[in-house]
């Protein structure tokens, strides 16, 4: 299973340590970016019957039995996705919501699954497999309800509760079972008092989603979109029998419930497929309104190699695959890039060189161009593979009207080669018109890093800047049109602000001393600007030279807040946890914490930090933060043995 065992972390945590400095491979170089945009030729094709789908893969099952006769190798790494035409989003993303955004998002206007949203007057959380709401209603932080976030007849046993997303009075939970197979939707009803009612559960059949950077579900407007790649057998009795299908679950439900949800019309390949020969997936985005009584789904699939890395723009969704042939002379990474517009036209294909590191490597910029930082030797974002990427690197921009059918590639002029950092946790960030990168210590022990190198790349013509850092990088960071970049020396942790000029540099430097950073996931940040120059961010932080990879199961010690004033940071304070008052949840499922669980929430004027089942609110005097009140939203549990 992907997350239950403790050895499994700590046999990643070592891969990581060894895998040292990036190594030169396959990326070609480019002095420059081209200039000019290209007209679509054609799109990619979907099969026209289930007849010719069939047969195709029976060939790909014949092709798979040769490959093994010559080789036992095996190395895959994928991901495409198409939507369904009848699937029109165009131009949600950029409606205004609603509600104020508490979540550290990469597109405004595109939300992610997260463990905390606001609704109206509530805040609802997600945590170890329980729902909660909490009343922000005139000044007030008071528990309201809570509930488990699966249905009354599900064994949660095996099941991880994830990500959580909310559209008008739905609330929707996204998890994965490894008992029943398959992603699992659950949707509760909140009402105008802040009570959870449970609704309906729906399960999709495929294989696991998780990401240690990447969130599965995205929501424009109603429409719930989210990512799950299904492992394919072709030389099975029935293959369709592995294919994305849906049931809405009840006590007894069996497998004859589950409706196909993608037909052969709604499955693509490329017109030059990658080598086929190990690992093949139906790589699914599935579009599911939560303004419909009976969630009503559609999806499409692309064939392609097993891993992934994806990425949700507000117009399109992308889909990068990877596969490696082994067995051939010279081999190397050929890879393929799907684009999927959320417009419901059709999907495109291209052929590209290396793979991303994770969502953050993509930009599709408003300039009709989409600038992707790829290295020679990732395996996409799969479970950890974002933590072990390596390799050479380069910047991929091209014109968005290159898409075509499969058959073309870009063009070597379209990489420019960069310098690759020294160290093993990369991090990379499109932030306003840079593309920034560095290594640091990631989910490893804090690594001495007193002098660094930030590199700054302007995406659109390729100037390239170093930035001289005292400190790693493990997290970078928009604050307005500058950034900051959070790392540790291997004691103390830095904040370095770096404005984002013609010339990027290092502006201030803020060292909190003996701290290590406690939460890795993206939304564990928040930046709120009150003004163009100005604004407060919130980190969780944690004690000492400890291991990334313990905010799986210790809650941060506290949240730190730093005020921005013109690129140069004050400290504000802390509002820390109460860890002597914890007390034992009888949790029953997703009892690791995979998504976080520390998060700060500027919300309506008012400063909230979220630690573990502690809400503490501060209020600010003369420039620095006191605690006001503190809720322990959870203290209602009830320990439950069964």
């Given at each position: 299973?992907?997350?239950?065992?403790?050895?499994?972390?700590?046999?990643?945590?070592?891969?990581?340590?060894?895998?040292?400095?990036?190594?030169?491979?396959?990326?070609?170089?480019?002095?420059?970016?081209?200039?000019?945009?290209?007209?679509?030729?054609?799109?990619?094709?979907?099969?026209?019957?289930?007849?010719?789908?069939?047969?195709?893969?029976?060939?790909?099952?014949?092709?798979?039995?040769?490959?093994?006769?010559?080789?036992?190798?095996?190395?895959?790494?994928?991901?495409?996705?198409?939507?369904?035409?009848?699937?029109?989003?165009?131009?949600?993303?950029?409606?205004?919501?609603?509600?104020?955004?508490?979540?550290?998002?990469?597109?405004?206007?595109?939300?992610?699954?997260?463990?905390?949203?606001?609704?109206?007057?509530?805040?609802?959380?997600?945590?170890?497999?329980?729902?909660?709401?909490?009343?922000?209603?005139?000044?007030?932080?008071r528990p309201v309800s809570s509930a488990d976030a699966f249905g009354p007849e599900i064994d949660p046993?095996?099941?991880?509760?994830?990500?959580?997303?909310?559209?008008?009075?739905?609330?929707?939970?996204?998890?994965?079972?490894?008992?029943?197979?398959g992603t699992e939707v659950g949707l509760f009803h909140l009402d105008d008092t802040g009570k959870l009612?449970?609704?309906?559960?729906?399960?999709?059949?495929?294989?696991?989603?998780?990401?240690?950077?990447?969130?599965?579900?995205?929501?424009?407007?109603?429409?719930?979109?989210?990512?799950?790649?299904?492992?394919?057998?072709?030389?099975?009795?029935?293959?369709?029998?592995?294919?994305?299908?849906?049931?809405?679950?009840?006590?007894?439900?069996?497998?004859?419930?589950?409706?196909?949800?993608?037909?052969?019309?709604?499955?693509?390949?490329?017109?030059?497929?990658?080598?086929?020969?190990?690992?093949?997936?139906?790589?699914?985005?599935?579009?599911?309104?939560?303004?419909?009584?009976?969630?009503?789904?559609?999806?499409?699939?692309?064939?392609?190699?097993?891993?992934?890395?994806?990425?949700?723009?507000?117009?399109?969704?992308?889909?990068?695959?990877?596969?490696?042939?082994?067995?051939?002379?010279?081999?190397?990474?050929?890879?393929?890039?799907?684009?999927?517009?959320?417009?419901?036209?059709?999907?495109?294909?291209?052929?590209?060189?290396?793979?991303?590191?994770?969502?953050?490597?993509?930009?599709?910029?408003?300039?009709?161009?989409?600038?992707?930082?790829?290295?020679?030797?990732?395996?996409?974002?799969?479970?950890?593979?974002?933590?072990?990427?390596?390799?050479?690197?380069?910047?991929?921009?091209?014109?968005?009207?290159?898409?075509?059918?499969?058959?073309?590639?870009?063009?070597?002029?379209?990489?420019?080669?960069?310098?690759?950092?020294?160290?093993?946790?990369?991090?990379?960030?499109?932030?306003?018109?840079?593309?920034?990168?560095?290594?640091?210590?990631?989910?490893?022990?804090?690594?001495?890093?007193?002098?660094?190198?930030?590199?700054?790349?302007?995406?659109?013509?390729?100037?390239?800047?170093?930035?001289?850092?005292?400190?790693?990088?493990?997290?970078?960071?928009?604050?307005?049109?500058?950034?900051?970049?959070?790392?540790?020396?291997?004691?103390?942790?830095?904040?370095?602000?770096?404005?984002?000029?013609?010339?990027?540099?290092?502006?201030?430097?803020?060292?909190?001393?003996?701290?290590?950073?406690?939460?890795?996931?993206?939304?564990?940040?928040?930046?709120?600007?009150?003004?163009?120059?100005?604004?407060?961010?919130?980190?969780?932080?944690?004690?000492?030279?400890?291991?990334?990879?313990?905010?799986?199961?210790?809650?941060?010690?506290?949240?730190?807040?730093?005020?921005?004033?013109?690129?140069?940071?004050?400290?504000?304070?802390?509002?820390?946890?109460?860890?002597?008052?914890?007390?034992?949840?009888?949790?029953?499922?997703?009892?690791?914490?995979?998504?976080?669980?520390?998060?700060?929430?500027?919300?309506?004027?008012?400063?909230?930090?979220?630690?573990?089942?502690?809400?503490?609110?501060?209020?600010?005097?003369?420039?620095?933060?006191?605690?006001?009140?503190?809720?322990?939203?959870?203290?209602?549990?009830?320990?439950?043995?069964?």
């Amino acid at each position: 299973m992907k997350r239950i065992l403790a050895v499994v972390i700590s046999a990643a945590v070592t891969v990581l340590g060894l895998v040292g400095c990036a190594s030169e491979s396959v990326l070609s170089a480019a002095p420059h970016p081209p200039s000019a945009p290209a007209v679509t030729p054609k799109t990619m094709q979907a099969f026209h019957s289930e007849s010719e789908l069939t047969t195709f893969l029976r060939e790909l099952a014949a092709t798979q039995r040769r490959a093994t006769r010559m080789s036992t190798a095996l190395y895959s790494d994928a991901a495409p996705a198409n939507a369904p035409k009848s699937v029109g989003v165009a131009g949600l993303a950029r409606a205004e919501a609603k509600d104020e955004s508490i979540t550290n998002v990469q597109h405004a206007g595109v939300d992610e699954g997260g463990i905390v949203k606001v609704h109206g007057n509530y805040l609802v959380v997600l945590r170890r497999g329980r729902l909660f709401t909490v009343s922000i209603e005139d000044g007030d932080l008071r528990p309201v309800s809570s509930a488990d976030a699966f249905g009354p007849e599900i064994d949660p046993r095996s099941t991880w509760y994830d990500e959580l997303l909310i559209s008008k009075d739905t609330v929707a939970v996204i998890g994965y079972s490894y008992e029943r197979g398959g992603t699992e939707v659950g949707l509760f009803h909140l009402d105008d008092t802040g009570k959870l009612t449970y609704r309906s559960t729906y399960q999709l059949r495929s294989n696991d989603y998780y990401s240690s950077r990447n969130y599965a579900s995205r929501l424009i407007g109603s429409k719930l979109i989210f990512y799950a790649p299904q492992y394919l057998n072709p030389a099975a009795d029935d293959p369709f029998q592995a294919f994305p299908a849906v049931r809405k679950w009840h006590k007894g439900a069996g497998p004859g419930e589950f409706r196909r949800i993608v037909a052969a019309a709604q499955v693509y390949k490329p017109e030059d497929m990658l080598n086929p020969s190990y690992g093949t997936a139906l790589h699914t985005v599935t579009v599911c309104d939560l303004a419909s009584a009976d969630f009503d789904c559609k999806a499409t699939s692309v064939i392609g190699p097993w891993g992934r890395v994806f990425y949700v723009s507000p117009h399109a969704v992308y889909i990068w695959v990877t596969s490696w042939n082994y067995w051939e002379k010279g081999a190397a990474a050929k890879s393929m890039l799907y684009r999927m517009p959320l417009d419901g036209s059709a999907p495109g294909a291209l052929k590209v060189s290396g793979s991303p590191v994770d969502q953050f490597s993509f930009l599709e910029s408003d300039d009709g161009y989409l600038n992707v930082m790829v290295r020679s030797e990732s395996a996409g974002d799969g479970m950890w593979g974002a933590e072990t990427a390596r390799g050479s690197i380069a910047l991929m921009r091209m014109p968005l009207g290159s898409f075509s059918d499969g058959s073309a590639a870009v063009p070597t002029s379209s990489y420019m080669r960069l310098p690759a950092p020294r160290g093993y946790a990369f991090e990379n960030r499109f932030v306003g018109k840079y593309l920034l990168y560095g290594a640091g210590s990631g989910w490893g022990y804090p690594q001495k890093k007193e002098h660094s190198q930030l590199y700054a790349v302007r995406w659109a013509n390729g100037d390239l800047n170093v930035v001289a850092m005292e400190h790693g990088t493990d997290r970078i960071e928009a604050m307005g049109s500058d950034a900051v970049v959070v790392g540790t020396d291997g004691r103390d942790l830095h904040f370095t602000a770096v404005r984002l000029g013609d010339v990027p540099e290092a502006v201030d430097d803020y060292v909190e001393k003996g701290a290590s950073q406690g939460e890795l996931r993206s939304h564990g940040f928040f930046y709120k600007a009150d003004a163009q120059d100005s604004g407060m961010l919130g980190l969780p932080i944690s004690v000492p030279l400890r291991a990334g990879y313990r905010h799986l199961f210790e809650t941060s010690a506290a949240i730190m807040f730093l005020k921005n004033d013109a690129l140069h940071f004050e400290e504000m304070g802390e509002l820390g946890a109460e860890p002597k008052a914890a007390k034992d949840d009888g949790c029953r499922a997703s009892c690791v914490d995979w998504y976080g669980n520390s998060q700060p929430l500027f919300l309506r004027g008012r400063i909230i930090a979220l630690l573990g089942y502690e809400m503490v609110e501060g209020a600010l005097e003369k420039g620095r933060i006191y605690e006001t009140r503190r809720v322990n939203y959870g203290s209602s549990l009830t320990v439950s043995r069964r």
